[in-house]
Structures are given as structure tokens and as C-alpha cells.
């Protein structure tokens, strides 16, 4: 019944000691020591001039999306070149079977998805020139 009821108590306490430090967590980042302390505007300011690189504070964020809009590009590429090979041997397969009609819409299509292809590559190589 000892070991029962310690048990119980250290449980408690273990409780309790992980919802103040979660309260500690949840608090606010100046720690109590006033308004612009560790929170506000900074010395240079959040978009101030530095003299070493000029701007600061969006260059790395546009970096970030560029990257992000380089990749996503990219990837678009590859599914598009995937899906006019696949187009092609569905085209081959329609011209084998004499499916004129077929062979004709799966010919649109490529042209279509080539037209993508180009475009997204456009915009990669602009993107990449800017980079």
C-alpha cells in the first residue's frame, strides 16, 4: 500500500512538474523584463540596409521560394517528358491497331505537353538565371 500510495504521489508531482514547464514554454520571449527586450525592432530593423550585402531580412525568404519554385520546375519537367513517352507508345499502339481517330487526339496531346515542357523550361532557365 506504501509503494501504491509513493507511486501515486511521484505520478502527481511528475505531472505537475511537466505542466509548469510547459506553462514556462508558453510564456512570452521577453521573459518578463519588458517591452523591445529580447521582442521589437531590432538595430538594423527587420528590412533595414547593412552595408556588407545590402538588404536584409527578405533574402533569404526569396531564396527560399526560389529554390522551392527551381525544384517544383523541375519536377514538372520530368512528369511532363514521362507522360509524352508515355503518349508515344500509346500512340505507336493506335497506329498499329489503324485507330486514326485515336492516334490523332494522342498526337494533340503531345504537342500540348510539349508546349508545357517548354514553358516550364523557360521559366526554370529564367529562374536559374536570376539565381
Not at 533595414?48 to 531580412?57: K, S, T
Not at 521560394?65 to 500512340?91: F, M, P, S, Y
Request: charged residues 25%; proline residues 2%.
Amino acid at each position: 500500500m506504501k509503494k501504491m500510495l509513493l507511486l501515486a504521489v511521484g505520478s502527481f508531482f511528475l505531472f505537475s512538474a511537466t505542466i509548469a514547464i510547459q506553462g514556462c514554454s508558453d510564456s512570452d520571449p521577453s521573459y518578463g523584463y519588458g517591452p523591445g527586450y529580447y521582442s521589437g525592432p531590432t538595430y538594423y530593423g527587420s528590412r533595414g540596409y547593412y552595408a556588407g550585402n545590402g538588404y536584409v531580412g527578405d533574402y533569404n525568404e526569396h531564396r527560399y521560394w526560389q529554390d522551392r519554385d527551381i525544384n517544383n520546375d523541375t519536377r514538372v519537367i520530368r512528369q511532363g517528358q514521362a507522360n509524352i513517352r508515355h503518349d508515344k507508345q500509346e500512340l505507336r499502339e493506335d497506329l498499329e491497331h489503324h485507330d486514326y481517330n485515336a492516334a490523332a487526339h494522342e498526337q494533340a496531346e503531345i504537342q500540348h505537353r510539349r508546349a508545357n515542357v517548354r514553358a516550364r523550361q523557360a521559366d526554370r532557365n529564367t529562374d536559374l538565371s536570376g539565381y
